[in-house]
């Protein structure tokens, strides 16, 4: 396989994801993916993989999607596998079921106006909006823990507080964009799944806390994307607390203010 190409394809079951379920992707990233493109290109379109292969020297990367055809439609789950050449390049790509391809080329919901009908004058649309905030996640949780029930109280009122600001100046909301990152201690897997778990449990705060679970999207960045560089050879508790801006969840919020 060292072309990227296999004899035959084998996806992983599931339920073996971390991301339980599976996301809905940003489509307009998936159709940028293409033959040629790095890892990091990869992981900067579609995150890190959804399942425990590995990141660095593996030649499959597997994710877990959803798509919805139609709002209020129902749900499809779909599979995406990424195979890579020895120089880590990704060569070819593949779907389970084979037909989660169309969702790429699915235009936007576009119907014809019957042709008798003159358009009535529609109102100028009101300005959107975004916003950015960031969170610093040695005061949401326990250190190194994700889970809701680590969560420190006062990461819980921080939490609430955001969602209250988030309904309290947009009229409607279109998307939430959260997104967990980690330090550079550990591993690159298990850093990749501590981030994104941390956004899963801000995630799960925000629609305890009455904002739409629809509008939400969950991304882990693990250690890739750090705020501070921080030099090795001193004290680990040095170390940490050097660390500490790069351990947070970055949430961004678009909607109509």
Known sequence: MGDGTVGEIVFPEPSSAWAKGGIFPNVDNLRQVGAGVTKDQLHDLLGAPHFAEGIGAVREWDYLFQFRAVPGTRVTTCQYKVLFDKNSLARTFHWKPAGCAAFLDAPAMAMAAPPAMVPSPQP????????????????????????????????????????AQVQRDFRS????????????????????????????????LFVRSGV????????????????????????????????????RVEIEVAGES
């Open 173 to 204: 909301v279109r998307s939430v964009r959260i997104t967990g990152h980690a330090d550079r201690l550990g591993t690159i897997a298990g850093n990749d799944a501590l981030s994104v778990s941390r956004a899963r449990t801000v995630r799960a």
């Open 212 to 247: 739409p679970e629809g509008v939400m999207q969950v991304h882990g960045e693990g250690s890739r994307r750090p705020l501070v560089a921080c030099p090795g050879g001193v004290p680990r508790a040095v170390l940490v607390a050097c660390l500490q801006p790069n351990r």
């Open 124 to 163: 100028e649309p009101s300005s959107g909006s975004v916003t950015k905030s960031s969170i610093g996640t040695d005061g949401l949780f326990r250190f190194g823990k994700h889970a809701p029930e680590d969560l420190l109280p006062e990461g819980r009122r921080r939490i609430a507080a955001l969602a």
